[in-house]
């Protein structure tokens, strides 16, 4: 566990002491994951059709909008109960690498590039309203539940190399809800890769950032591009499905590239640690004395 965050728990458990003493801790870190995959798993049907999401200004209501918003304020007050907010949100150290910024810059990009392709025209003007809304629930939620609440119980646990990987492989399988919910296979499949990848480069806002704000928008923006271009390209015009699947492709580059920046950024904050652990083993001076060719065990004086 990185020296910064230790100081940060220590810091925001003596603040919190007399409100709420609950210390972070890896189960407590986990449960608001559990038990939304448990609600999102109890609340789904097989016949639920999946594909149709967020395509209607009622969908989007149903779908996004409720459930998200719910979903949004509740993990709030648990946040607010367990005292948690400051490390949940905020890293007191950002990352030197600058150049790690450039797969977030470049999501952020795509997700722009994605808006002159969408017919704004053929919905009304409540529904991309409605959508922003939705999205924007959707991104606090989840970003404060894996990027936040997550992290904090991980850190408890792990090494930060360890976990970047189990952040990102969590929300990567928490997509596989939606197979649940009428996704194809090989649909979920795709998704649980791209969101597994995705999170990497969120997880990289954070530490570039120091906050949760960056994540947020980042999660919000790339929704509602892939949301509202779903809701209103039409496959009959070929240039415009071309420029899409051009977009997709140079989305999974990009998310490649989060990936090993991601891998670079926690990796290096675990070389104090693996410093620590490597020189462990190693006796100090002085404990070794050479008698013929042979190396014995001496005291140390």
């Known amino acids: 566990m990185p020296q910064w965050y230790k100081r940060q728990v220590t810091t925001a458990a003596r603040t919190r002491r007399r409100r709420w003493p609950v210390p972070p801790s890896l189960l407590v870190g986990l ?3 559990v038990v939304f995959a448990a609600i999102s798993a109890w609340r789904a049907r097989p016949s639920d059709d999946y ?3 967020g395509q209607t200004v009622d969908s989007v209501v149903r779908s996004l909008v409720v459930p998200e918003g719910i979903a949004a304020v509740a993990l709030c007050l648990v946040v607010t109960g367990l005292g948690w907010w400051r490390i949940a949100t905020v890293d007191p150290t950002r990352t030197r690498l600058r150049w790690t910024m450039l797969a977030p810059l470049l999501i952020a990009v795509i997700c722009a590039a994605r808006l002159p ?3 704004w025209s053929a919905l009304p003007v409540r529904y991309f309203l409605l959508l922003a809304v ?3 629930f959707v991104g606090v939620f989840e970003e404060l539940m894996t990027r936040g609440v997550l992290l904090v119980g991980l850190r408890r646990r792990l090494p930060e ?4 990987i189990t952040s990102c492989v969590l929300f990567g399988l928490l997509h596989l809800l939606n197979a649940l919910a009428g996704a194809g296979l090989g649909v979920t499949f795709v998704q649980v890769v791209f969101a597994a990848s995705f999170g990497s480069t969120l997880y990289l806002a954070r530490r570039l950032t120091g906050n949760l704000l960056l994540p947020v928008l980042l999660h919000a923006f790339w929704d509602f591009g892939s949301i509202g271009l779903s809701a209103t390209t039409d496959v009959q015009d070929p240039s415009r499905i071309v420029l899409v ?3 997709g492709l140079f989305s999974f580059a990009v998310l490649a590239l989060g990936v ?3 891998g670079v950024v926690a990796w290096r904050d675990d070389r104090p640690y693996r410093l620590r652990r490597r020189w462990r083993t190693v006796p100090p001076m002085g404990v070794y004395a050479v008698q013929g060719d042979e190396p014995r065990l001496q005291a140390v004086v």
């Open 31 to 33: 449960a608001p994951l």
């Open 245 to 247: 699947g051009a977009l």
């Open 161 to 164: 190399f360890g976990v970047w």
């Open 260 to 262: 090993v920046a991601g």
């Open 51 to 53: 594909p149709t999401l």
């Open 134 to 136: 939705g999205v924007l």
């Open 117 to 119: 392709l969408i017919d």
